[in-house]
């Protein structure tokens, strides 16, 4: 396929004329008409099919000749998001394939390709959404009710991602701030080349009203796995639309709702050096899946791929970009520095006391708690990493079984969408929001799952303490700059000790504008209503060091 710059007016004016691609993407190809969707045998199981499973595998932005390093579905958001603020941190070397949205990088703004990014798979998720739903009617027949569930589950969760990237102000601090333009099933290329972009209160509306929907046409659905959204990935995605929306009362609820019959991660799931955040356990609510026959996989060595970008246990294959090339995206050094050692989830990031080793057999003994590769994370932060250092390595996102010398199996690895742990935050947030007592009891009761010799801390702020908890807990799970944007933070990039580059140690008492995504140029040309965001101006130098 091609790559193309193609705004949602013109592929609205497409999809007038030919309702649908089975695999998703390029409207101008892979077409068929409505009558040949729904006369074809299984097609419309098909439509259904290819709207989770297009969410990983293949090169949806480049095309399958073209293989982009950041270009692997779904998960590449979350570290296109992680990377804005100041929890992950990319090297001088770069991490490189994300340095444009660690530097604020003018490159985001509308003229430039990395801008149409989020539009040619946001959009593309969305048409396959509309397929289905326009193919299963207003009413569905009784074969075609949960695929119209799901197409209406999803097309609520893209949009809830692109309200909270592109809007500059939150549902709750401004309910008339502009998010991005709906289309629906019923737009058409008339609607899209005059389709302001939804505020914010109409944008939630209509979130909430797809979700009001997918809850009743998936009420009795059986899911054959994780990687399928059933009712209770609606309850979960409520709850996030409502946490937004900061309706306590309603985010509380579908929380609760949402985290039945789960049970969040243990100490040994979430520190496995075979199964760790690579495989659905009882936490996982939801999912995605790379297989081995997908181009990500089979393409470019397997680096075009998440496992590539956070999979760094892989030195023996001389593939991955973070284990053998550019060098891991790291965790913050204070971040770090405020987990406790009693906490089990420090072990998820390497000590940087490490560095202070004096003999290599010293150094791969410490590393050897880590991994079963101890030499291959040696060889990562001494000699790949343009830091030399191992300190602050991740080892969160574990290989495939274990697996080290194979990159085609080692990262065929399952990533998590959605887990009960958020669902419990979320809660404990709500609750807390409504009633600090209550909030408070079920923040220690999550917190001590993970450190047992956790104490609330009474001068702290509530929500502070709550969102500590998401920034280590969801750490590389794309929370990051929702987080932030959310809660009216900045950032803090400079301090004594830190360990982001130089040049880019910037702190920002609101939230940064590059947090507000630019709406690619083609879509504004095509669509006369359609405003857009600043171009990001990354600041001059870095910020005088914070105190904390």
Known sequence: MKKIFLSIAAAAMVLTSVTSCIEEIDPQTSAVTSDQAANAPGAFDNFVGAITSSLAGSFTYSGNDDTEPYDFGYPSFFLQRDVMGQDMVCEDSGSEWYTTWYTASTSLGPTYARCQIPWTYYYG???????????????????????????????????????????????????DAETVPIVTEKTTGVDATNNPRATNKDMWAFILSDLDKAQEYLKDYKRPDKYTPD???????????????????NASSYAEKAMKNYTPMNKEQYLSKQAGFNTPNDSWMFGLTYLSTDPNITLNDGDSSWGSQMIIEVSESECGYSANYVGPKRIDAHLYSTIPATDFRRMCWIDPALDECETMEELLEGLSAYSDSPEGLANTGLVVSAVGEVGYMPVKFRPKDGEHADQYKAFTVAVPLMRVEEMKLIQAEA???????????????????????YTYDNVADFRDQVWWQRRVEFWGEGFATFDIKRLNKGIVRSYEGTNHPEGYRWNTTNVPQWMHLCIVQTETN???????????????????????
């Open 125 to 175: 998720w969305i048409k396959n959404c509309n397929t289905v739903i326009s193919l299963a009617g207003e009413n569905p027949d009784q074969d075609k009710i949960s695929g119209a569930g799901i197409a209406y589950a999803m097309r609520a969760m893209f949009y809830m991602d692109l309200a909270r990237m592109f809007a500059p102000e939150t549902y709750a601090s401004n309910p």
């Open 231 to 249: 009712s209770t990935v609606v309850f979960g995605l409520k709850a996030r639309a409502y946490l937004t929306m900061e309706d306590w009362k």
């Open 431 to 453: 609750e807390g929001m409504i009633n600090k007592t209550k909030g408070v009891e079920l923040l220690k009761e999550f917190a001590q799952t993970r450190d047992p010799n």
């Open 526 to 548: 095509f669509n006369s209503a359609c405003t857009n965001n600043p171009t990001p101006i990354a600041p001059e130098g870095d910020s005088d060091p914070f105190n904390w």
